[in-house]
């Protein structure tokens, strides 16, 4: 595992028992839909979006604790769509992240019936917040996410996906489907601890290109739109270097106004020939 992440895996370790302790906190009469509810969401994965989530608190001086509940709600969602992602009338995966996928293990009525679980559980979360402090702010937050994860959001992108016919698309594909929850995690948190609006717009352009090179790098590497890309006569590589250069001048222009310092690391791991080769 790369330093980056494992800068992290205390947080990750503490944020998991927060998110477990809660999900244990729901009295079910099946036991078969609470072992595929956790199944699916601890089965394993780097926790990227939570991460995304730590570093932009740390960037604004507050410790990745105070906002493992608002990380939590962008985790069950987004294991869920991936839950749903999985199933015969979508994707149709028998595995994930090395491991049987939830329709797999359990059978597709529980399959779908976990998915929806953890967007109930996220939606009830989000609720359950503490609203004594920063109440506008964390209601902004929240909508924010479900925005972008919802019916004009994540899910419009996954309907359209299969009849992208042009780079712009496929561009639109990648912004609602992949860098809609980066903009959850990083101009979620940036709203949900009050941050000022200049500073949050620029960490939303920020977000929006990092999700944007998280899906095109994932493409590139499992060979997924090789067509796509010759159709179109899309020249990968310099698409990947175009953004690259965007994000550091991004983080220039930020570093005027946060500590980009965390930013940077993950960036530049994410950039890497190590991401490329052992992790995309």
Do not use: W
């Not at 944020?15 to 999900?23: A, D, G, R, T």
């Not at 509810?37 to 932009?56: A, C, D, E, N, W």
């Not at 294991?79 to 994930?96: A, G, I, T």
Request: glycine content about 4%; cysteine-free; hydrophobic content about 35%.
């Amino acid at each position: 595992m790369n330093k980056v992440i494992l800068k992290y895996s205390s947080n990750i370790e503490s944020f998991e028992s927060y998110l477990q302790k809660y999900i244990d906190s729901k009295e079910y009469l099946s036991r078969e839909l609470k072992d595929s509810v956790s199944y699916s969401i601890f089965r394993g994965g780097k926790r990227i979006r939570p991460i995304f989530t730590f570093l932009t608190a740390q960037s604004l001086k507050v410790e990745p604790v105070k906002i493992y509940h608002f990380a939590s709600v962008i985790e069950l969602i987004h294991n869920y769509s991936l839950v749903h992602d999985d199933l015969p009338e979508m994707d149709n995966d028998d595995y994930r992240r090395g491991k049987e996928s939830t329709h797999k293990k359990y059978g597709n009525m529980i399959g779908l019936l976990a998915g929806d679980a953890l967007l109930s559980l996220a939606s009830e979360m989000a609720f359950d917040d503490d609203f004594n402090s920063g109440k506008n702010e964390k209601i902004d937050a929240y909508k924010f996410v479900f925005n972008m994860a919802g019916a004009s959001g994540m899910i419009d992108g996954q309907a359209f996906e299969s009849r992208a016919e042009n780079v712009n698309d496929y561009k639109n594909v990648i912004i609602k489907k992949t860098a809609n929850l980066f903009r959850a995690s990083i101009t979620g948190t940036a709203k949900y601890l009050g941050t000022v609006r200049e500073t949050i717009d620029k960490l939303d352009e920020l977000a929006l290109l990092i999700g944007e090179s998280f899906q095109i790098l994932d493409d590139f590497m499992d060979h997924e739109n090789d067509e796509f890309y010759k159709k179109h006569n899309i020249n990968i590589i310099n698409l990947i270097n175009e953004k690259k250069t965007h994000i550091e001048a991004l983080l220039k222009d930020l570093s005027n106004e946060i500590d980009t310092s965390y930013f940077d690391e993950l960036v530049n791991y994410l950039f890497s020939e190590e991401y490329i080769k052992n992790e995309a």
